[in-house]
């Protein structure tokens, strides 16, 4: 019988480009974890920890015996980069030497965490092996940010993001289509379209907000005023959104699974096409490719 030469603490969540990429985790849950939003680490056994050194060592060695080439690795869970530089320069340089082929490592990164670093450390992590931070920017709208206890604002991401690019490192920012229900929809998309102009990022995806086990706990800090915003609804803010990016050289991509319409391009040389796909789906959903409800999903 097969053994996967990792044992994860269920569930393992990664980004959908890093499909084919080998999930080393290096903690357990998420160090902040009171996004009112997000239910992905809110089981008791995602509670936070650090993994011990040796556990990862392990992992790696199993993993390098078990597979012949891995050229992509994804460290995990929540945010990898709150350990501290030296002990990622440790792993980054334990998976070099267990995967000769090794192309590229990633990890989702909170912007908190980054205030913690300096340039010239996350300079030595790429220079060690790391290439990619996904940052759930989620909004650049204080207010909404504050709703839903992200725990940063629109300054504490734009300063992440910036140091990310002066590194070299390579980002990828998440949006959350909807996170701010009908009264804040319009302020969310133009702040957060704002504060990714400021930024230019070098990937830039949409998903909807949903909540799979329910509205009780993202209401209870949001306010009484939340009212989710229909489908026509989300098209209209993600019109908003398109509408207000001034954008260089951006791969955007609004596939997830959650999207009722996918968008892919690049910002800003497929804006006004996309602009139009959005319209179309405003004007006559019929006539537009939307993804069927039992199609959409986390």
Partial sequence: MYSFPIEYVEPVFRPPSEAKSLILPVTNGCSWNQCTFCEMYTQPQKKFRARKPDDIRRDIARAAEAFESVPRVFLADGDAMVLPTRRL??????????????????????????????????????????????????????????????????????????????AGLTSSVMVLNGLGGEVLSRQHAINTATLCNETQPDYLSTLVVSFPQGEERFRAGFGDDFVPLSQQGLFEEIRVFLEHLELDSTIFRSDHASNYLVLKGTLGRD?????????????????????????RGL
């Fill in 89 to 166: 320069l440790e792993i980054l340089a334990d998976l070099k030497q267990a995967f000769p082929g090794l192309r590229r490592v990633s990890s989702y990164c909170l912007p908190r965490n980054l205030a913690k670093k300096s340039v010239e450390e996350l300079v030595e992590l790429r220079e060690a092996g790391l290439g990619i931070l996904y940052v759930g920017m989620e909004s650049g709208d204080d207010e909404v940010l504050r709703r839903i206890n992200k725990g940063e604002t629109w300054e504490s991401t734009r300063s992440a993001l910036e140091k990310i690019k002066q």
């Fill in 271 to 295: 804006k006004q096409r996309l602009l139009g796909e959005v319209d179309l789906a405003i004007r006559d959903p019929g006539a537009a490719p939307l993804r069927a409800e039992w199609m």
